[in-house]
Antibody, heavy 117, light 110 residues
Framework: QVQLQESGPGLVNPSGTLSLTCAVSGGSFSSSDYWSWIRQPPGKGLEWIGQIFLRGSNYYNPSLKSRVTISVDKSKNQFSLTLDSVTAADSAVYYC??????????WGQGTLVTVSS | EIVLTQSPGILSLSPGERATLSCRASQSINSIYLAWYQQKPGQAPRLLIYGASSRATGIPDRFSGSGSGTDFTLSISRLEPDDFAVYYCQQYVTSPPMYTFGQGTKLEIK
């Protein structure tokens, strides 16, 4: 069974950079070519941030594209998210997830990131 | 941009009743790109339905999805206490590739 675990700082300064890592275990990292980051502000809905395609281009939400980078380290079975120039509006629970097709079938438990000084 | 609108925002029902949740797209979408998730407080979303009508692994047959074009429905027959949660629909857009979610329907105990 595939398991995903997010990790990273829970507090980020305004105008700083948010950096998170998702470790994949329990199955082959190549079990899917696509892995996503999704976020959820407290008490609000879900927002897809972007995805990494292990064999090609990444794709990002147009609303965040100028600030987002998703990268992969296949040797460590993990992928990462960086979000630049953060504001309080970027405070959210951040999830990593696996693509099973045109949907997300495995999710991490989520990690809360708060943007505050 | 295709927008997904879920209704109602809050649905109050009793255990044993049937729930019908709606997800309407602002433009027609291919049903293979429509999925439903359940989310309980403090937990990650769980995939229920993909391809508009296929149940994910381990999902009981009380959950069913239907619809096509712009109108999709998640039905839950014989509600159990564990079913009370927030439900989201999600679509995949091919060009450029991206996902969008509906705003959610909260299913609460009446």
């Amino acid at each position: 069974q595939v398991q995903l675990q997010e990790s990273g700082p829970g507090l980020v300064n305004p105008s700083g950079t948010l950096s998170l890592t998702c470790a994949v275990s329990g199955g082959s990292f190549s079990s899917s070519d696509y892995w996503s980051w999704i976020r959820q502000p407290p008490g609000k809905g879900l927002e897809w941030i972007g995805q990494i395609f292990l064999r090609g281009s990444n794709y990002y939400n147009p609303s965040l594209k100028s600030r987002v980078t998703i990268s992969v380290d296949k040797s460590k079975n993990q992928f990462s998210l960086t979000l630049d120039s953060v504001t309080a509006a970027d405070s959210a629970v951040y999830y990593c997830a696996r693509h099973g097709g045109f949907y997300h079938d495995y999710w991490g438990q989520g990690t809360l990131v708060t943007v505050s000084s | 941009e295709i927008v997904l609108t879920q209704s109602p925002g809050i649905l109050s029902l009793s255990p044993g009743e049937r729930a019908t949740l709606s997800c309407r797209a602002s433009q027609s979408i291919n049903s293979i790109y429509l999925a439903w998730y359940q989310q309980k407080p403090g937990q990650a979303p769980r995939l229920l339905i993909y391809g508009a009508s296929s149940r994910a692994t381990g999902i009981p047959d009380r959950f069913s999805g239907s619809g096509s074009g712009t109108d999709f429905t998640l039905s839950i027959s014989r509600l159990e206490p564990d079913d009370f949660a927030v439900y989201y629909c999600q679509q995949y857009v091919t060009s450029p590739p991206m996902y969008t979610f509906g705003q959610g329907t909260k299913l609460e105990i009446k």
